[in-house]
C-alpha cells in the first residue's frame, strides 16, 4: 500500500464544479480525469496520469545493475517513458485531498497542478504530538509502534511492542518528551469492508502522512477504511464542514 499524503483548505466550490474544472486539464506531459466518488457525495475522484523517464521509473524497483539492463533493453527498443497514474481524492466534508503517493517533487506538482486550476491554497496537514495521543487514545484498539524525534541526542527513536500504550518506558518517554512524539502505529477502531481484514495505520505527524499495512496482500485498495482514518484525523484537527444539502 503506498504513503497518502494529506493536504487541507479553507473552501472549495461544489462536487460538480471541481470536476468539471479539472477533467480533461491537459499539461505538457500529463493530464486529469476528474469526477464525483460513487460511493461518497462529498468526494472528487481524481487520475493524474503522466509520463515518466523509464529510468527514473525503474530505479526505484530494480537494483542499480539490474535496473541498467532493463533500462538499456526497452531504450534499444525504443521505450523511453512509461505512462503512470497517481490517485487523489478531494473531499469537502474532511476539507482534505489525498494524494497516493508520498512526499516528493511529483507530489508537489499535483498540488501546484491543482492549485493553479481551482484556485485554492493546499496545506499540508500537521497532526501535533498531542493530537496524535488523542488519535490512538479514542480511535484505537492496540497501539504498537511510536517515532520520537530529537531525544537524547538521536536524530529519532523508535518503539515497538504490542500494546504499547501500557508500556512503562513509553510511558516515560511521553511524559519526558511529550513534544517529541512524531508518528503512531495503531490498529484502528474502525468498520472493516472485510472483516477478516485487520490493518496497522501509521500516521507521520511531521509528514502529513498515513500509511494502511496488513498481514495478508490487498486484492483490492481500502478506500472504505482510509476513508474513515482521514475523517478521524481531520476530526482531531478540527477540519469537518458542516455541508449545505
Known amino acids: 500500500m503506498p504513503v497518502i499524503s494529506l493536504f487541507k483548505f479553507d473552501k472549495l466550490p461544489s462536487v460538480f464544479e471541481i470536476a468539471k474544472t479539472l477533467n480533461g486539464q ?44 532493463v533500462v538499456s533493453f526497452l531504450k534499444d527498443n525504443g521505450k523511453s517513458r512509461v505512462l503512470k497514474r497517481t490517485y487523489c481524492f478531494i473531499s469537502l466534508l474532511t476539507k482534505t485531498l489525498e494524494i497516493y503517493r508520498g ?74 518528551f511529550p513534544d517529541c512524539l512524531r508518528a503512531i502505529s495503531f490498529r484502528p477502531k474502525i468498520r472493516f469492508l472485510n472483516n477478516f481484514n485487520k490493518y496497522q495505520v501509521t500516521l507521520n505527524g511531521g509528514k502529513g502522512t498515513l500509511r494502511i499495512s496488513s498481514n495478508s496482500i490487498f486484492n483490492w485498495r481500502p478506500r472504505y477504511e482510509i476513508r474513515q482514518i482521514v475523517f478521524i484525523v481531520a476530526a482531531t484537527l478540527g477540519l469537518l464542514q458542516t455541508l449545505n444539502r
Do not use: C
Not at 118 to 133: D, G
Not at 148 to 160: A, H, Q, Y
Open 26 to 69: 491537459k499539461l505538457k506531459d500529463a493530464w486529469i480525469v476528474a469526477k464525483p466518488s460513487k460511493y461518497n457525495k462529498d468526494e472528487i475522484f481524481i487520475n493524474y496520469w503522466y509520463y515518466e523517464d523509464v529510468e527514473e521509473s525503474l530505479n526505484r524497483v530494480f537494483s542499480e545493475e539490474d535496473g541498467y539492463e
Open 103 to 176: 512526499p516528493d517533487m511529483k507530489t508537489e506538482e499535483i498540488v501546484s497542478t491543482f492549485e493553479e486550476f481551482l484556485k485554492v491554497k493546499f496545506a499540508s496537514v500537521r497532526i501535533e504530538p498531542n493530537q496524535l495521543q488523542q488519535i490512538y487514545s479514542n480511535h484505537s484498539t492496540e497501539l504498537k509502534q511510536v517515532m520520537f524525534t530529537n531525544v537524547e541526542g538521536l536524530i529519532f527513536n523508535i518503539l515497538r511492542g504490542n500494546f504499547l500504550e501500557n508500556n512503562e518506558k513509553f510511558k516515560q518517554y511521553l511524559q519526558k
